[in-house]
């Protein structure tokens, strides 16, 4: 099973890219059509700019200057607007060719805002302006990396099973457990009843993203509970539980994973569109400071 299981009509409903739908496919789309155009838009960008010869130093405000500054502003609308877009499409063969577009384009726009400041940096909005969208750019990359390789580790990790799947076989291992922990001494019982009643998986942000559980009750059983150290009588009950135990921590690990591989799926958004906005105020403030102040 796919690491994603919306189906294609979760685009049309206003949701994310089902990433297991798009992974991989979106950077080779249609021969790689979008990332030839992201070459060419460059290619051309930096001839014009090798040929160009203004009569001050290159700047946003030569013909050549203006010239890129209107295509890298088409660009950014164009990029944002796909936010929008990308809710009206119910077909996920489009939308890979949307997002491909947007990949390449938005990766282009380093060439055509860079050689359109003509390397002129400085303390004010205009700087700013191309320093939150070198961020934007940034923060998509990691993200089209995340959506390249992480539905695949997903789909591998989990081994096909779902996270209700693998809860339901918690759930079975846990009652096993606690018809096997009846032979066990208090202490012992004790641990796999603490095991057993801590469910929670996940947590905090920073959790999700670490994977680690340092509370594991499981894993503390695990550690303390020893067949040596049970009286003879006790000892196969003892290496039964450990059996199960082991098992139901290797399910909680892979839950962990999971929610981990979840959280990185959607932790970049978080920078990726609030910047994205950042940068639409900023370009606004750089266009009106350029038309009406200069
Ligand atoms: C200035 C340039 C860019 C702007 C303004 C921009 C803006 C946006 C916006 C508004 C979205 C929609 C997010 C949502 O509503 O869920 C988006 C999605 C996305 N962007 Fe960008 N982006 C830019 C550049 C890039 C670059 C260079 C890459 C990759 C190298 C990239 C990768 C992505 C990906 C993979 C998504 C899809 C997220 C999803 O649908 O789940 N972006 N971008």
Redesign the pocket.
Known sequence: MSAATAKPGAAAAGK??P?GE?HQS?LAYRGFRFLKWGIWLCLATILAYALHRPLTAPNGGTWLGYTLGTIGAA??LW??????R??SYGRIGRLQGW?SA??????A??VVATLHTGFEFGLNIHTLAYAL?MA?????????IV?AAVPEQMTRNRHGATVSDLMAKIAALDGDMRQAALGLDDRQAGLVLAAMNQVAIGGSAWRQLSGTRPNCATRLALRRITAADAVPEQRAQAQRVLGLLGERLEYLDVISRDLRYKAL?DIW?YL??P???A??AALTAHVVAVFFYF
């Open positions: 994310r890219i990433p798009i979106f660009l950014i990029l944002m607007w796909f936010g929008m990308k809710r997002l947007h990949v390449y384009l938005g990766l726009l380093i969208m934007v750019i940034a923060s998509g990359a990691f993200g089209m959506y799926m958004l990726h569109v910047l994205s906005f940068l639409l």
